[in-house]
């Protein structure tokens, strides 16, 4: 996420943490690169200027210049105009009104990812406990209404479509009756798009927008258009009305200075951020971690709630009393590395951890996910007994197991030797008895665990 300007921040802050007093000069100097970074980021130019002169009026006082650690606290101005930048409003939906049902629009322009976010939000509104009913309004895009069938479909989501109705006002207006009489609290409507802005797009949208009056107009943006993505929002905000933006595609290549610019020049906030191809990659967006990742200090907290949804209460409990009883099999194993996949791509995995968040400029080598897929076919080749008793796999049986998995007798070896050594830690730490302080280092060992399954 935002790899290219990550990696130029940080490398300010690691010239000035090497200097042992900081002067005027030297600040200037960091500025001058932070800014080079903002604009090359397509950060809008205006933002860019305010921003640097907000940190240079609070960098270069006194109190900052004299301080012990003087680049710590540059560090934490420059995080906390970040911040700013997004303004105070939370994200996620706007507080509901007690409006049944809440109609969500939204809008943006054709490519920009809505009936895919239309399915993901639905998704994130089945887990705060809602019941959302999807509905299209795009009759003049070729399978559109097709797609948007198929995602809910995935997604497990009831998607309103009358059969023979193509006006897309009617389609709207007639979804929110649907819902009323079967119970459904969200209506999720997703409007058509053009390249471009016109007038009868914008006819179009203020038509159903006055039909079904609805709680929130999400802009839909894509991370990837930079600025063009900004101007359009401003457009539909002018002529529609938006509310929030959710901008998708964040976890790509982009350089994604889009995403700090849109509050200050469309002067609404960001909603929601699109971080992956998963129905279930949509986060509300929150300003502090997606600055603590941009600036290399990781996000515990979204870890610990990626971990919290991907980990089942009992199969935790199940792990821990198997790491007491000294009785880990590869198994547990393959069970732990299915556990670390569904909590996401390993790279955005390990980007929320501190100090970990950009291993290529630590010359460290990258997450491999097939890597993963490679150890799990290596156990999935295995018999039940052998995955039960790893002590029972000599030569014969690891030459079968690589032909089965399409690896080689080496990769089986080291698999096994990892395993092993993780059964001897395990060994130790399972025989420490309970207590606050072993229980701290049984969950430091699952952590270990993890750690191992990404250089099988």
Do not use: C
Not at 141 to 158: C, D, S, Y
């Amino acid at each position: 996420m935002l790899d290219a300007l990550s990696n130029r921040l940080q490398d300010v802050f690691r010239t000035l943490r090497g200097e042992a007093r900081l002067s005027e000069t030297i600040v200037e100097t960091a500025l001058r690169e932070i800014r080079m970074a903002l604009l090359e980021a397509d950060v809008n130019f205006k933002v860019v200027k305010a921003f640097v002169d907000r940190v240079r009026e609070r960098a270069i006082g006194q109190d900052v210049l004299r301080s012990l650690t003087p680049a710590q606290q540059v560090v934490k101005i420059v995080r906390d105009e970040l911040v700013a930048l997004f303004g105070d409003m939370p994200g996620g939906l706007r507080p509901d009104k007690g409006v049944a049902p809440r109609v969500i629009l939204l809008l943006g322009l054709q490519g920009s990812g809505k009936t895919t976010t239309a399915a993901k939000l639905g998704r994130w509104l089945i887990r705060q406990g809602r019941h959302p009913l999807l509905v299209s309004t795009d009759v003049r895009r070729p399978a559109a209404i097709q797609q948007l069938n198929v995602l809910g479909g995935q997604a497990e989501l009831r998607v309103y479509d009358p059969a023979g109705e193509m006006d897309p006002v009617r389609r709207a207006s007639t979804s929110i009756t649907e819902a009323r009489n079967l119970g459904f609290d969200v209506v999720i409507v997703d409007t058509a798009g053009r390249l471009h802005i016109d007038d009868e797009l914008m006819q179009e949208l203020t038509s159903i927008r006055d039909a079904v009056g609805p709680t929130d107009a999400l802009y839909v943006a894509d991370a990837m258009t930079g600025q063009d993505a900004i101007k359009s929002a401003g457009e539909f905000n002018r002529q529609v009305g938006v509310t929030g933006v959710v901008l998708t595609k964040l976890d790509g290549d982009a350089r994604g200075g889009a995403a700090l610019s849109v509050v200050a020049v469309v002067g609404v906030p960001i909603a929601f951020v699109g971080m992956g191809e998963r129905l279930d990659d949509l986060e509300p967006f929150q300003a502090e971690r997606l600055v603590s990742r941009l600036l290399g200090m990781g996000d515990v907290l979204s870890l610990i709630e990626r971990a919290e949804s991907a980990i089942d209460s009992a199969d935790a409990a199940r792990m821990e009393e198997t790491m007491r009883s000294q009785d880990f099999t590869l198994d547990d194993f393959q069970a732990q590395l299915r556990t670390l996949k569904k909590m996401g791509p390993l790279e955005q995995v390990l980007g929320m951890i501190p100090g970990l968040g950009n291993l290529k400029q630590l010359g460290a080598a990258q997450p491999d996910e097939k890597e993963m897929n490679r150890v799990e076919a290596i156990i999935g080749s295995m018999t039940k007994g052998e995955r039960r008793n790893y002590k029972t796999i000599d030569g014969n049986r690891r030459r079968r197991i690589a032909r089965g998995s399409g690896t080689s007798v080496e990769d089986i070896n080291r698999l096994l030797r990892q395993f092993m050594q993780m059964r001897k830690m395990l060994k130790a730490v399972g025989g420490m008895g309970g207590g606050t302080g072993n229980r701290k280092r049984m969950r430091q060992a699952m952590a270990m665990i993890k750690g191992r399954g990404l250089r099988a």
